[in-house]
């Protein structure tokens, strides 16, 4: 039977709370600074998550509110200037520490290394956003906990596609069945069913009422020892958080029922 070897882990979402109190914010003050009337309230930039990729949601946007934006000749340079803008406002915000990590990750993590896991990435988000949150809410090495980090553009189509998951899993040289991905959103859901692996899904803010059907399981947060966390949907076999010997358990009977 094939045995669990790593673990690979979406951001925004699934790592940490991201989306409304750090994107969000961020693309707002591009906005500003560009001297744009736009602004990105909670309930809009939930709707705007339907989009993955940053570039992509901006071009999302302008569709349905600001049409004559994309009719400018310089309109793709402009959003790649908002996005770049979005970026270094998101990575001043992180630097502060103002995006701590959901509960259950840093510490999973940790003993996933000690049992000898292989951990990697895989996100929509850029290269420098994912290694500026690492640094700065789970250690000033924890690029390094990672062997391979599939972010941004490294591939032409974005979740749900599943092609950031293939091109990790090609890197890592490993089957899909030796691997559990985790994710908080639909579209990152069927990504990974999509590249063949069981996934945990922790919800978020944005996707509590996201369908993920085939989930392995469905939680709150990965849950600490003194935190437990809130069981949507799945079989936690008496334990109260996540943790290597039950993410064990699920890959075994997951490798079982295929």
């Given at each position: 039977?094939?045995?669990?070897?790593?673990?690979?882990?979406?951001?925004?979402?699934?790592?940490?709370?991201?989306?409304?109190?750090?994107?969000?914010?961020?693309?707002?003050?591009?906005?500003?600074?560009?001297?744009?009337?736009?602004?990105?309230?909670?309930?809009?930039?939930?709707?705007?998550?339907?989009?993955?990729?940053?570039?992509?949601?901006?071009?999302?946007?302008?569709?349905?509110?600001?049409?004559?934006?994309?009719?400018?000749?310089?309109?793709d340079e402009q959003i790649r200037a908002l996005h770049a803008a979005k970026t270094k406002h998101y990575l001043e915000l992180v630097a502060k520490?103002?995006?701590?990590?959901?509960?259950?990750?840093?510490?999973?993590?940790?003993?996933?290394?000690?049992?000898?896991?292989?951990?990697?990435?895989?996100?929509?988000?850029?290269?420098?956003?994912?290694?500026?949150?690492?640094?700065?809410?789970?250690?000033?090495?924890?690029?390094?906990?990672?062997?391979?980090?599939?972010?941004?553009?490294?591939?032409?189509?974005?979740?749900?596609?599943?092609?950031?998951?293939?091109?990790?899993?090609?890197?890592?040289?490993?089957?899909?069945?030796?691997?559990?991905?985790?994710?908080?959103?639909?579209?990152?859901?069927?990504?990974?069913?999509?590249?063949?692996?069981?996934?945990?899904?922790?919800?978020?803010?944005?996707?509590?009422?996201?369908?993920?059907?085939?989930?392995?399981?469905?939680?709150?947060?990965?849950?600490?020892?003194?935190?437990?966390?809130?069981?949507?949907?799945?079989?936690?076999?008496?334990?109260?958080?996540?943790?290597?010997?039950?993410?064990?358990?699920?890959?075994?009977?997951?490798?079982?029922?295929?």
């Open positions: 039977m094939e045995t669990l070897q790593a673990l690979i882990f979406d951001v925004d979402g699934t790592l940490a709370d991201t989306e409304r109190d750090g994107h969000r914010l961020a693309f707002n003050a591009a906005f500003a600074e560009a001297g744009l009337p736009w602004h990105w309230d909670a309930a809009l930039y939930g709707e705007l998550l339907a989009v993955t990729g940053g570039k992509e949601r901006l071009r999302f946007f302008c569709e349905r509110h600001d049409p004559d934006f994309l009719k400018r000749p310089d309109a520490g103002g995006i701590p990590l959901q509960p259950g990750v840093a510490r999973l993590m940790r003993e996933a290394r000690a049992a000898g896991l292989r951990l990697a990435i895989a996100t929509t988000t850029t290269p420098e956003n994912v290694t500026s949150l690492l640094k700065a809410s789970l250690a000033p090495d924890a690029e390094r906990w990672f062997e391979v980090i599939g972010a941004g553009d490294v591939v032409p189509k974005k979740k749900p596609a599943p092609d950031i998951y293939l091109w990790v899993l090609e890197k890592m040289n490993l089957p899909a069945t030796a691997c559990l991905a985790f994710e908080d959103s639909e579209n990152g859901l069927k990504a990974s069913l999509a590249a063949g692996l069981a996934t945990v899904v922790t919800e978020s803010e944005y996707t509590a009422d996201h369908d993920f059907s085939g989930a392995l399981a469905v939680l709150s947060d990965l849950g600490e020892p003194d935190k437990p966390c809130e069981v949507r949907r799945g079989d936690m076999h008496g334990k109260t958080y996540v943790d290597v010997d039950l993410l064990r358990r699920w890959h075994a009977e997951n490798i079982s029922k295929a």
